[in-house]
């Protein structure tokens, strides 16, 4: 049996984990970031990447990255897949922490009545971010 898992860790973060009995399956994780700490995060994974510790992950963006002001909070939100390791993926979004908790808030049925059926937490929450 699988169901869906919001948490709020952080005032800064939000982790939706979809779980299968017990075990995690994949997570969507949004981070409220400044610009400056999302650029050396991206320049890590390419470090990772390089050193094929992690050699299919991906970064739809990452050549937008630089664009961002160092000093403004954007969110980075991170979907990680359990099952196949290795194919995490990455967002940039200009919107707050509340507008993200709203459009979780208003997705709570989907999670409810069809936790069981969802594929892939990335698919089911693109866009929320």
């Known amino acids: 049996m699988s169901f869906i898992a919001v948490t709020r860790p952080t005032p800064k973060e939000i982790r939706v984990d979809r779980l299968l009995d017990g075990s995690p399956v994949d997570s969507l994780i949004f981070r409220m970031m400044k610009g400056s700490e999302i650029k050396r995060f991206f ?64 997705r709570e049925k989907v999670f409810t009545f069809e936790g069981r059926s969802i594929t892939a937490l990335d698919d089911l929450l693109w866009g929320v971010g």
């Open 43 to 106: 320049k890590q994974q390419e470090l990772l990447t390089r050193s094929e510790l992690r050699p299919q992950i991906l970064v739809p963006g990452a050549e937008r990255v630089e664009e961002l002001r160092d000093d403004k909070e954007y969110v980075l939100e991170t979907y990680y897949d359990f099952i196949n390791e290795g194919l995490d993926r990455y967002r940039v979004e200009e919107k707050s922490m509340g507008e993200i908790m709203k459009t979780l808030r208003e």
